[in-house]
């Protein structure tokens, strides 16, 4: 019995400094793992973040305007594309349905109705950003367009149709646009500038004139990027078998 001891005791003094030696290396293995991904994931964040060349554009893009000194509101939405951060290109689709009070001539007779109009135009548009910063853009768009009017004017009581047309114009504006960011994915734009109308098929269409615009940016590349980090994270902790 106390030769079976005696084996068991330098069996274990025996295997202990091997066990030791295995624990320290499977540790300075696990260690020296955990530091290249943590290499790995920093230039993953690194080339995540560092600025592109080009990157998407959205914007919901709400106008203030007038037709013959009457208030209107235009609908719109813009979708482009941003390069190396100072240039937007892009196009846009707008809805204008302006409603107010019209003299006619009818059968040579000045007649006082009600006008309804609808404009729907699109615009291909350029922008130059004199800034471009985390909390703030400043630039200069210009946007050419091109579409169609549809006028009705009845009398005062809507029952009687007087005049109708249906015609083409082109639009051109000028302007300045700031947009401020509170986050990085979403800001808050506004802009103001004029309007001249460089061809109307409709000489009754009165769409010169100042506008102001306000609406809502959707920051698509600051969504990309987080989405990216996102998966970078998470492939990160999943190799490491963090929760």
Known sequence: MLFYYTIKKFRTLFCLP?????TTNAFSQSSERAKLLK???L???IRIFTPKKIYPQ???DNRKSFIRNSPVDIQGIYTGILYKSRYKFGTGYYQVDAKGHSNTNVRGQETNGIRDLDLYYGTINFEYLI???RFIKFGFPINLGFGFSNLNIYDNSKVTLLYHSVGKFVPLSLGSEITLKPLREIG???SIGYRKILSRSEPRIDF????YSYGLEVDIKEIIKDIRWLK???RYKKALRLK
């Open 18 to 22: 091997w066990c030791l030696l295995f």
């Open 39 to 41: 290499e790995n994931y």
């Open 43 to 45: 230039k993953d964040s």
């Open 58 to 60: 959205l914007a919901l």
């Open 131 to 133: 800034i471009d910063r």
């Open 188 to 190: 808050l734009t506004t």
């Open 208 to 211: 010169d004139g100042l506008y």
């Open 232 to 234: 970078a994270k998470k």
